[in-house]
Structure formats: structure tokens, C-alpha cells
């Protein structure tokens, strides 16, 4: 194989690396908002229900609605937990598992490559193989 190939092959596969710790950052960032997002519209939508349904609230009773106030608090605490348990899956980020096809063009002509390669062995043995 040429130096001048190898060595595009290692810059791509650089800049590959660089952009999976990019993509990465912003999956844990929208996680983190996510997490904000959710505990900040549980809140309102507990204060809405409370104000909607005052004669509900007021039924209950300061022992139960002391009871329902610590359900809330334990589940804003597990909040965090159960929104990275949704969000945190392989599938659901292209960076982490690839699906479909995904196309590369080397050399102007398009190759079409059965997901995404993160091995510089299995790039090496795809250019072996092309007619360059």
C-alpha cells in the first residue's frame, strides 16, 4: 500500500476518533439536559395537578399528601437513573452502533461499506484488496 494512502487512511481514522469523542459530548450533554428537562416538567406537572384538582388535594389530607410529597421526592431522585437507563443505549446513538449502510467516497467513486469500521487492520485489508 502507498505511504501517501496509509497515511490518509491514519488522518481519516484520526479524524473518525475526533468526531466519535464529539458525538459522544453531545449525547452526555443532551442526557444531562434531559435530566433537567424532565425533573423541571415532573414539578410543573405536579403543581398543575395540584391547582387542577384542588378539591383532590385538599381530600387527602396533610398525612397523605405528606406521604405523596416523599413518592415525588424518591422519584426525582431516581430521576437521573431512569432517564441515562432510557437514553443510554447503543442503538439509539449512530456513534456508538452504527445501523444501515454507510457510504465513503474514495477516490470520487462511492463504496459501500456494511456499517462502520473502527479497525485500522480492517481498513488496511479493505484498500489490499481494491485495485487502486
Known sequence: MPEDLVA??????????????????????FIDETVRFTNSWCLKQIDAQVVRNADVTIKLGAEKLCALNSEVSSFQKKLPGIVEKRLNKDNLWWHKKQIGQTYCYFDQRPLLLSGYCHSRNHWKAFFDSQEI
Open 8 to 29: 490518509s487512511i491514519n488522518r481519516l481514522y484520526a479524524e473518525c476518533a475526533d468526531l466519535d469523542n464529539r458525538m459522544e459530548k453531545i449525547k452526555n450533554d
